[in-house]
């Protein structure tokens, strides 16, 4: 009668949960997150929290950090329009302080590190290729990535899409400056 009983229960919330539209936040090749440890629609008080750092500037619209993690200099910036999380950019420095700058290749291989975590995150990115030509003259493809990238006919480029979240990982040089971002947005519901 008992096992009859927890049968019966396990069915009817079973059936339950179905009607109900009850499914989890995230699906299998997703993050856990929308961007680090916060979730879009946060406040600044729980985006502050998520993060282990204390923030160097903080206002109504953004909150600013410059840290040091796995060996690297980044700057995470998050955006909140009404209080409410909406975009995020994780960008990597050239310079901070007194460290040197790093070469093209050490930024290269932080690129690739980048992509597969990004990869592994959220799943394949849009498009495989992550080389993405300024320039439709086909004669620059066959010189290095660095001269293209550096004379502004190519930047590395990978976007993803996902249910809740636009991402974009870039490195490349931009007005004669590097810059390496990974930024993710909120989509417009």
């Known amino acids: 009668m008992k096992r009859r009983w927890m049968v019966g229960f396990l069915a009817v919330a079973l059936v339950g949960s ?15 997150h929308d961007f680090r440890n916060a979730d879009w629609g946060m406040n600044q008080a729980r985006v502050a929290k998520s ?10 619209e953004i909150i600013l950090y410059q840290i040091e993690e796995d060996g690297e200099a980044k700057d995470i910036a998050y955006y909140f329009v009404e209080d409410k999380l909406v ?6 420095p050239r310079d901070r302080g007194d460290q040197l700058s790093k070469t093209m290749g050490e930024i290269t291989e932080s690129y690739m590190k980048m ?4 990869t592994e995150q959220y799943g394949p990115p849009l498009e ?9 003259d086909p004669e620059h493809r066959l010189d290095p ?3 293209n990238m550096f004379y502004g006919k190519m930047v590395f480029l990978q976007e993803w899409d996902t249910e809740r979240t636009e991402i974009i990982l870039r490195f490349g040089y931009k007005d004669a400056t590097l810059e390496y971002i990974y930024s993710a947005k909120q989509k417009q519901q």
């Open 18 to 32: 179905l009607f109900c539209g009850c499914r989890p936040k995230y699906v299998e090749g997703e993050a856990k």
């Open 51 to 60: 993060e282990e750092y204390e923030y160097s500037y903080a206002s109504d």
């Open 87 to 92: 975009e995020a950019v994780c960008s990597y």
């Open 115 to 118: 992509r597969a975590f990004l």
């Open 128 to 136: 495989e290729d992550y080389r993405h030509w300024l320039t439709s």
């Open 145 to 147: 990535d660095v001269y």
